[in-house]
């Protein structure tokens, strides 16, 4: 059972506009929301998070949006450069444990 | 400060083999979880430890065991390897119930 989903298993972009990479949940018991970054033969690297008491948090160039009554976030990458080329995971923490569930990953390719 | 470290990187088994697959965390965590990721997939949980004891499990089989030692570093033991075995073993550290930091994983191929 994927109670976390990522539709979109790759995405391309022009250097400089907006990447959003979505991502869809089924439980709400959900609390805190993480996006990872990975690169090839690297492990996932932590990018930015959300409790679920706030709809929005914003790092830099990176903005995570969380809709718990449509059981939805995003993360927007504002503007985007080659470097962020890379797969997205986003993670979503089961209340009071430390037990997260992944999606299955968004491939982004930031063209020069 | 040193990151999650895992040893060894690539492993190559046969079915029926057994593995063991190692994880120091990263300075002053005190909580390791194990996650298998198959080709095309997210990690999928499989344990975590914390104070040496065992804090939580998934969805695999008893064949997954592991251990946890008073430094905090982490062990992953798979008996009676399966060909669907075949997957990238991270490991992540953490203080607590905060965000994971994860090793560059082990990668363990099963012919």
């Known amino acids: 059972d994927q109670q976390v989903k990522q539709n979109s298993p790759s995405l391309s972009v022009q250097e400089g506009r907006i990447s959003i990479l979505n991502c869809d949940y089924t439980n709400s018991m959900f609390d805190y929301f993480l996006w990872y970054k990975k690169y090839p033969a690297e492990g996932p690297t932590f990018l930015i998070s959300i409790s679920s008491i706030k709809d929005k948090n914003e790092d830099g160039r990176f903005t995570v949006f969380l809709n718990k009554s449509a059981k939805h976030l995003s993360l927007h990458i504002v503007p985007s450069q080659p470097g962020d080329s890379a797969v997205y995971f986003c993670?979503?923490?089961?209340?009071?444990?430390?037990?997260?569930?992944f999606g299955s990953g968004t491939k982004l390719n930031v063209k020069p | 400060e040193t990151g999650v470290t895992q040893s060894p990187t690539h492993l190559i088994k046969t079915r029926g083999q057994q593995v063991t697959l190692r994880c120091s965390s990263q300075s002053g965590h005190n909580t390791v979880s194990w996650y298998q990721q198959a080709l095309g997939q997210g990690p999928q949980f499989i344990f975590q430890?914390?104070?040496?004891?065992?804090?939580g499990r998934g969805n695999f089989p008893p064949r997954f065991s592991g251990l946890q030692f008073p430094n905090y570093s982490s062990e992953l033991n798979v008996n009676a390897l399966e060909l669907d075995d075949s997957a990238l073993y991270l490991c992540a550290s953490s203080l607590g119930t905060g965000e994971l930091f994860f090793g560059e994983g082990s990668r363990l191929t099963v012919l």
């Open positions: 993670a979503a923490r089961l209340y009071n444990f430390n037990k997260f569930y």
């Open positions: 430890y914390y104070r040496e004891e065992e804090n």
